[in-house]
């Protein structure tokens, strides 16, 4: 995981925010970072590091899932691995595997952090414990006539435009849309 901090302190360092809730969120984030590679992993108490990522169509659509277990809809994502090198990279294979579409196009800068706490199960499959969730999201471009397949941990995946979104959705997911549409400009 070492790698994979390392790219979280050089990203988060240099990001200019798209929102003053990221900036704020940007800046907790690298607090957080402050305890060393642990912040990446799901053991670490204070919270962990997440990556996630608002997939857009061609046709300026966004792909939102409907998390099997906390109900709500949002971009997809969730917690790094070992085996990731960066944030981007993180994120890209969260989102492949949740929506099953081959061929996304990674933007590798981010478009907002989000920190919101979850109930999150550690990787051995322990009960889900309280913990707190800082979220670095990225833009990934989905090819024309992309076809989503709902993986196990979606109850749901629907494209949405910006202006008739799902509900309820989680937290921070409409601060996101902006900063993504105004990318693919």
């Not at 939102?64 to 981007?88: K, N, V, Y």
Request: glycine share 10%; with cysteine; proline share 5%.
């Amino acid at each position: 995981m070492t790698a994979l901090y390392e790219n979280a302190v050089d990203v988060l360092s240099t990001w200019t925010a798209t929102s003053d809730e990221a900036e704020l969120a940007r800046k907790r984030t690298l607090g957080l970072l402050a305890d060393g590679p642990a912040a990446m992993t799901r053991g670490h108490r204070a919270g962990h590091v997440t990556a996630s990522a608002l997939v857009v169509g061609d046709d300026g659509r966004v792909l939102l899932c409907l998390h099997g277990r906390l109900g709500l809809w949002m971009q997809l994502g969730g917690h790094c691995e070992a085996g990731d090198e960066t944030l981007a990279a993180a994120a890209f294979r969260e989102a492949t595997e949740e929506s099953g579409i081959p061929g996304l196009l990674l933007d590798p800068t981010p478009i907002d952090i989000d920190v919101h706490e979850v109930r999150c199960g550690a990787a051995d499959g322990a009960p889900a414990e309280p913990s707190v969730h800082y979220d670095v999201r990225f833009l990934l471009r989905a090819p024309a006539g992309s076809v989503e397949q709902i993986s196990e941990e979606s109850a749901e995946l629907a494209w949405f435009h910006a202006d008739a979104l799902p509900s309820p959705l989680a937290s921070g997911t409409v601060r996101q849309i902006a900063p993504a549409l105004a990318r693919l400009q």
